[in-house]
């Protein structure tokens, strides 16, 4: 199958935040710390590793999953997005500064996997209510209860993006 | 927190996944969503020493329809039917919304979810009303077993260590008019698991007798359970309040929940016949909809 086993370490390449990357990994290396620990990126968390918190989320070929509970060799070839993606050249995301001009955070340990989560949501959709903004962020928690000013930030960057959009 | 060492296999074909079932069969777990597996093996509550990733295998990824029934690949995630409402089987879409959180139900398969038979999983409940089949198969042989005869135990399936599945089945009303479905679902926080699941669908004819009648519960037996004693007093009746209240109180009787920290037996039984009741009772209410509309 073409895959370059060392020392029961499996050689993974991945596209993550658009750079070509690989690294050797045990086959039960978990995805979240084979973006932490190999591949230095540190910007995405582990929070509860066992499923429940979405800390960890990164987009997975464009699609959340939490990093915790995936394989990093199920990764190889595969193209990932971290939280590192959002902001080009030292300019937040437009999504990044709703969450800062609205302080839709508290300790902000959460705030990387909704970063994440509502990426994928501002892409795909077109309208968005605050029920969807809800029901797209259940599965990440955020221990402070702070739910209330991530909604808020998530709706006014999509407000904010479609503006854009319609200038252009 | 990691999992055990185990040797990693991602074939790229069907021939290659059954070679290394054959050879290794009691040793393997197939990894599919893994959304179940991969938490159950960093808690080391399972330790296999093969895993076989079988996500390689795209053409169990479609779902397609022939001869009234329609194939579900194992691969097929819950997140497709979170978005797709197909009207002549309404109880998945009603269903998928409810499984564990959005993250979650983007790596999920239904396969997976079945293949691992947790009797509190909400596809076992559904399906079960669905009166769906599991395509199984090996090396030597594939075979077609009905949802009804697949759970054996908690966690244990009639699957053999050499077999997998490969998709479900569900049988299709083509000719009749109305579906009806609704999935009520316990949980003590978004995400959870059921305390008390109920997956009730409903094939009524025009003047609301009922042609076909699907009830599963979930997190109530050591598997999920079909109510088939509460379903066979729906078929060929109309569907009425009186009705309704007798068929709830028997699922509720047909029902074998035990008492643990989520609640107590007395509780799940009552839950069971409070969501009967009120699942029958919403899509009574669809079809009234619907005929006033039409009439």
Redesign the interface.
């Known amino acids: 199958m073409g895959r370059t086993v060392i020392n029961d370490q499996i050689m993974v390449h991945v596209t993550i935040n658009g750079e070509s990357r690989h690294a050797l990994a045990e086959p039960r290396t978990l995805l979240a710390y084979f973006i932490r620990d190999n591949l230095g990126l540190t910007g995405t968390h582990v929070g509860c590793d066992t499923t429940s918190c979405g800390v960890c989320t990164v987009l997975l070929d464009g699609v959340p999953v939490k990093s915790c509970t995936v394989l990093a060799v199920q990764a190889d070839g595969h193209d990932i997005e971290t939280v590192e993606g959002l902001g080009h050249n030292g300019q937040l995301h437009p999504l990044q500064q709703a969450f800062w001009d609205n302080h839709g955070l508290q300790c902000g340990f959460c705030t990387p996997g909704m970063l994440m989560t509502t990426t994928a949501l501002l892409r795909n959709s077109v309208d968005l209510t605050e029920h969807e903004v809800r029901r797209a962020i259940s599965g990440n928690l955020c221990r402070c209860t702070g739910y209330v000013n991530i909604v808020k930030a998530v709706l006014e960057a999509k407000r904010r993006m479609g503006e854009e959009t319609r200038k252009v | 927190?990691?999992?055990?060492?185990?040797?990693?296999y991602?074939p790229?074909s069907v021939e290659e996944i059954f070679g290394l079932l054959e050879q290794y069969g009691d040793e393997t777990k197939i990894?599919a969503g893994?959304?179940s597996l991969?938490?159950m093996?960093?808690?080391r509550l399972v330790a296999p020493s093969i895993?076989i990733?079988i996500?390689g295998i795209s053409s169990w990824d479609n779902v397609t329809e022939q001869a009234h029934l329609l194939h579900i690949g194992a691969l097929v995630r819950h997140r497709k039917w979170e978005y797709v409402l197909d009207s002549r089987v309404p109880l998945l879409h009603q269903t998928a919304r409810h499984i564990?959180?959005?993250?979650?139900r983007?790596?999920g398969t239904m396969g997976g979810s079945l293949a691992h038979a947790d009797p509190a999983a909400d596809w076992g409940a559904a399906l079960l009303a669905l009166k769906a089949s599991v395509s199984i198969q090996s090396a030597h042989r594939s075979r077609e077993v009905p949802l009804r005869e697949f759970f054996v135990d908690t966690f244990t399936t009639v699957l053999e260590p050499q077999e997998l599945v490969t998709g479900i089945r569900i049988p299709l009303h083509y000719d009749s008019g109305f579906v009806g479905a609704r999935y009520l679902k316990l949980e003590r926080k978004?995400?959870d698991f059921a305390v008390v699941g109920v997956a009730v669908t409903l094939v009524l004819d025009p003047h609301g007798v009922v042609l076909d009648a699907g009830i599963g519960l979930a997190a109530v037996g050591a598997t999920p359970l079909a109510a088939v004693k509460a379903e066979s007093l729906l078929q060929g009746h109309p569907l009425t309040p009186e009705l309704i209240r007798h068929v709830a109180s028997e699922a509720a009787k047909e029902s074998d929940p035990v008492t643990d920290r989520r609640g107590s037996e007395e509780y799940k039984r009552a839950m069971v016949n409070v969501f009967v009741e009120r699942g029958l009772t919403a899509v009574h209410h669809d079809w009234q909809r619907l005929m006033d509309v039409s009439a």
């Not at chain 2, 564990?100 to 979650?104: C, E, G, I, S, T």
């Open positions: 927190m990691f999992p055990n060492s185990f040797e990693y991602a790229r990894l893994g959304q991969l938490p093996m960093k808690l895993l990733d996500n564990a959180d959005p993250l979650v983007n790596r978004v995400g």
